[in-house]
């Protein structure tokens, strides 16, 4: 009979600890990078770079913001679980075993990629303390997701000269500050208690909203910019129009609702339609490439 401390729960717990079915937001831009950059599928071995990568990186993020983050998670109704899923010592053992998955990876990647390694896990580790300091946390987070498809780009071309990399990036932090933003609706009475800084904390429900539409809008526009500058058509442009559709029906499930009346909403609205957006546009970069 499975117990709690048999390595089967433990690592489960693990992967709940640090959501690794989120691993799914970044993912697909990544690849969506690397196919336009390699106009098809690259060699089995960036494959096998980038996926390490990502997922090390990933990894050693999430684990190394629920160990900063341990006390505060405490004290938040929402997320006081997680310090029941693993001991504080083993959060930072998985983030060092995050760190070391994307040193392996960096073995099959370019120079280019391991020269700009140690900003981009600056970047993603010390996203954890910028709620500390500003009500633009948020923007962080869509910086350390942004690095994603700017990474495979230049893992595949080995340059960071094109525009269609920056474009897709910066459509990836705008999306990710407005998703968090929503999210963060969810801890807004929280992190005022706690004297945290996020942007409804300090702005309030509705200009949060007002901000995430503008950003998602943003992010939209971007993705058309990067799929003409990348010469995508066909599926891709079906792709975007039901991107679109799908971050209007975000904003319509959030539309008058804060976190503490109306969590499942926020959670759909995060989860499952960001994830479905990421992923029809790695699709509509497939089909384009290859239909």
Not at 162 to 180: E, I, Q, R
């Amino acid at each position: 009979m499975t117990t709690v401390s048999s390595p089967s729960v433990r690592l489960a717990n693990l992967l709940r600890l640090i959501k690794f079915s989120h691993t799914l937001f970044a993912l697909p831009f990544a690849l969506s990078a690397m196919l336009v950059a390699a106009r098809g599928l690259p060699s089995a071995t960036i494959l096998l770079g980038i996926l390490l990568c990502m997922v090390g990186a990933r990894t050693a993020a999430m684990a190394f913001n629920r160990y900063v983050d341990w006390e505060i998670d405490r004290q938040n109704p929402r997320t006081v679980e997680r310090s029941r899923l693993a001991s504080r010592a083993e959060t930072l053992a998985l983030c060092l075993a995050g760190l070391a998955v994307f040193a392996v990876g960096l073995l099959f990647l370019n120079g280019l990629c391991r020269l700009f390694a140690p900003l981009a896990i600056a970047v993603v580790l010390g996203y954890s303390y910028a709620k500390r300091f500003t009500a633009f946390c948020h923007a962080f987070l869509g910086l350390a997701l942004a690095l994603a498809p700017l990474g495979a780009w230049a893992a595949v071309r080995g340059e960071l000269t094109s525009a269609a990399p920056y474009l897709l990036a910066a459509s990836v932090l705008a999306w990710t500050f407005g998703f968090d933003l929503i999210y963060a609706l969810q801890d807004q009475e929280v992190d005022r208690r706690l004297g945290l800084h996020s942007f409804p904390a300090r702005f309030g429900t509705a200009a949060t909203l007002r901000m995430a539409r503008l950003l998602h809008g943003s992010a939209w526009v971007g993705w058309i910019a990067f799929g003409l500058q990348a010469g995508l058509s066909g599926a891709y442009w079906w792709a975007c129009a039901i991107s679109g559709v799908a971050l209007l029906y975000e904003h319509r499930l959030c539309q008058g609702k804060d976190g503490d009346k109306d969590g499942r909403a926020l959670n759909m609205a995060f989860f499952a339609v960001n994830v479905a957006v990421s992923l029809l546009l790695l699709l509509g970069v497939v089909g384009s490439l290859w239909l």
